[in-house]
């Protein structure tokens, strides 16, 4: 009986060793790409789902948890950019504007199988030109969804949010937590800690 993050992020690794359990790590190749949804909660639930269903399949007997992160503006759910040109059009179309970031966390023990998504808002200061071109010239726009690090050098423009920092850096470990005690609580088990 162990804990398994299924997921190749190092943040969401990071959020997990905060919650003080012993885990393991398991990342599953899935496919992202989903041919419908109803609105980019569903996006994010739905992939969740995706990746945790791929991921109890080695792990029928642990706790398995599975996230996917989006980052939302004006209903549009903004990937991760490319190139250059993308992150200017990305972090230029965040500036000045309030958008929401969303996960889908996956929660699978024996017969308890849970999907739930947090919702954060985030607002970004008005940049200037000259500050979106300091912030794409780094390496920290590129293999993030939205372009951005809310942790990382792109904090200093985030003028605030409403709800779960750690939501908006992929794992809302609040509300992760309260959903593993419950689980603990039903089956009378405690999930080993370091």
């Given amino acids: ?64 948890i599975c996230a996917d992160t989006i980052v939302v503006l004006e209903d549009k759910i903004l990937g991760k950019p490319e190139d250059l040109p993308a992150a200017r059009k990305m972090i230029g179309s965040l500036s000045g504007k309030t958008h929401h970031v969303i996960t889908g966390v996956f929660l699978n023990y024996q017969d308890y199988q849970k999907v739930f998504t947090e919702k954060t808002q985030v607002r970004i200061d008005q940049m200037s030109a000259a500050e979106v071109e300091v912030y ?41 937590y309260r959903e593993i005690k419950k689980i603990e609580s039903k089956y009378k088990i405690s999930f080993p800690r370091k």
């Fill in 1 to 64: 009986m162990t804990i398994v993050l299924g997921s190749a992020s190092a943040r969401r690794k990071e959020l997990l060793e905060l919650l003080g359990y012993v885990f393991l790590v398991h990342p599953v190749d899935v496919d992202e790409q989903l041919n419908s949804y109803r609105n980019a909660e569903d996006f994010a639930h739905q992939v969740a789902l995706k990746k945790g269903l791929a991921t109890m399949v080695f792990h029928p007997e642990d706790l398995v």
């Fill in 136 to 176: 794409i010239n780094t390496k920290e726009p590129y293999d993030k969804s939205g372009g951005y690090a809310i942790q990382g050098i792109f904090g200093k423009h985030v003028k605030g949010i409403h709800g779960d920092f750690y939501n908006v850096m992929g794992l809302p470990i609040n509300r992760l």
